[in-house]
T-cell receptor, first 116, second 117 residues
Framework: AQKITQTQPGMFVQEKEAVTLDCTYD???????LFWYKQPSSGEMIFLIY??????QNATEGRYSLNFQKARKSANLVISASQLGDSAMYFC?????????????FGRGTSLIVHP | DAGVIQSPRHEVTEMGQEVTLRCKPI?????LFWYRQTMMRGLELLIY????????DSGMPEDRFSAKMPNASFSTLKIQPSEPRDSAVYFC???????????????FGAGTRLSVL
């Protein structure tokens, strides 16, 4: 079974609108971390936001917020006030702590296109 | 502080040639990871090191692939001989085991785009 599922291969949003990118995960580990990365057309992988499984509040980093619903095992990325520069691939990842490996598993990504 | 530095950014070579990719992790990070990204398979972990020691190389596809980390500030991924199916983007990433769980965030280099003709 996949540990990280991103069901939206592609998303479109109008500039200045908000957009939600979906991510669901599967783990039995009580302690884990969730990440989102952005990969623009230039190719680099840019860390955006992190949420720990024991964090009480949803993580926020500027225009990025992580809608963490633990019971539903979802960790959706919300981008507010989209900008043209937000057009990119977005990857959700999870790192489980058990076993001490600390190695994240990545989803297949969602392509976001922001229209002017 | 400089991020993860990879070289070269682009590599074009012919089948059968040896290819060496290089990585300098973020200073102070004690974990280093090599990934391969393709459209078909997404992002795959090839190998990772902890304190310069290879911990898990189960993702290395074949004996043609080898990786070394001679010191805390340098790692190489070598493919010998290269084949067209090795064409991909290869990423190096590093992280720190110290501090809070946020310290374990992986930071990626810009990647090396390899084309084997």
């Amino acid at each position: 079974a996949q540990k990280i599922t991103q069901t939206q291969p592609g998303m479109f949003v109008q500039e200045k609108e908000a957009v939600t990118l979906d991510c669901t995960y599967d783990t039995s580990d009580p302690s884990y971390g969730l990440f989102w990365y952005k990969q623009p057309s230039s190719g680099e992988m840019i860390f955006l936001i992190y949420q720990g499984s024991y964090d009480q509040q949803n993580a926020t980093e500027g225009r990025y917020s992580l809608n963490f619903q633990k019971a539903r095992k979802s960790a959706n990325l919300v981008i507010s006030a989209s900008q043209l520069g937000d057009s990119a691939m977005y990857f959700c990842a999870m790192r489980e702590v058990s076993g001490g490996s600390y190695i994240p598993t990545f989803g297949r990504g969602t392509s976001l296109i922001v229209h002017p | 502080d400089a991020g993860v530095i990879q070289s070269p950014r682009h590599e074009v070579t012919e089948m059968g040639q040896e290819v060496t990719l290089r990585c300098k992790p973020i200073s102070g990070h004690d974990y280093l990871f090599w990934y391969r990204q393709t459209m078909m398979r997404g992002l795959e972990l090839l190998i990772y090191f902890n304190n310069n020691v290879p911990i898990d190389d189960s993702g290395m596809p074949e004996d043609r692939f080898s990786a070394k980390m001679p010191n805390a500030s340098f790692s190489t991924l070598k493919i010998q001989p290269s084949e067209p199916r090795d064409s991909a983007v290869y990423f190096c990433a590093s992280s720190s085991a110290s501090g809070s769980s946020r310290g374990r965030i992986q930071y990626f280099g810009a990647g090396t785009r390899l084309s084997v003709l």
